[in-house]
């Protein structure tokens, strides 16, 4: 059975799944969602996620949800090469310390973000609201990206290793979609290098990237 995905591809986590598929060159369908639409919540849809987000895949039959889960169990279940999600079970386990540390950390310096600077407006949030969740989310990058800073001045790869990994898919997604509400990657030299060499190694980026790459073109004009 082809795997089906469903998706926004302004989504962090969904582009994350996506390349990994596309890395390794895996048929599947996408199911393309609109999250600020609201059309993850219908009740078509929460057949398949329950929950209301993306990225869910189903696998014949058997329906799967968040993001990095995913991802592990499509690196297990397609025998993916060693370096995505490494059999050595220490390699594996700062494979999994990293993916646990981005959904506590940068990703919720990102999420304060979205909340002031893009949904604020559109959901009319107070200003007090809007000013303290774009302080929060100030603060949580600036000391999530100075963590990462430090890692990658000793490191090729976020966890190591000599080829990157799912936690560096996943957190290269984060760090590139900061631009789009009002973070930046700026002044964390390492966590630059590191980006622009995973754009290239990562041969789908551009693929995976195309509309945010979009989005972000038009915002200049």
């Given at each position: ?135 929060e989310g100030d603060n949580i990058l ?33 760090v590139a979609m900061l631009p789009v ?41």
């Amino acid at each position: 059975m082809v795997l089906q995905l469903y998706l926004d591809w302004l989504s962090e986590p969904c582009r994350a799944v996506a390349i990994l598929l596309l890395e390794n060159n895996i048929e599947h369908q996408v199911h393309e969602l609109s999250v600020i639409k609201g059309e993850t919540h219908s009740d078509a849809y929460k057949q398949i996620n329950p929950v209301g987000k993306v990225p869910a895949l189903v696998d014949d039959g058997f329906n799967l949800s968040e993001s990095h889960t995913i991802m592990r169990y499509l690196c297990v279940s397609r025998n993916f090469p060693d370096h995505y999600y490494p059999n050595d079970i220490k390699q594996r386990a700062r494979v999994d310390s990293w993916l646990d540390w981005h959904h506590t950390n940068l990703r919720q310096g990102a999420i304060r973000l979205i909340k002031a600077n893009i949904y604020g407006p559109i959901k009319n949030l107070s200003q007090v609201t809007i000013d303290e969740s774009r302080k929060e989310g100030d603060n949580i990058l600036k000391s999530s990206l100075s963590f990462m800073e430090e890692t990658l001045s000793k490191n090729n790869y976020i966890a190591g290793g000599d080829q990157f990994s799912i936690a560096d898919i996943a957190l290269a997604c984060e760090v590139a979609m900061l631009p789009v509400f009002g973070g930046s990657s700026e002044g964390y030299p390492n966590v630059q290098a590191w980006l622009k060499r995973l754009s290239t190694e990562i041969k789908t980026w551009d693929q995976a990237n195309a509309k945010l790459n979009q989005y972000l073109a038009s915002k200049k004009k």
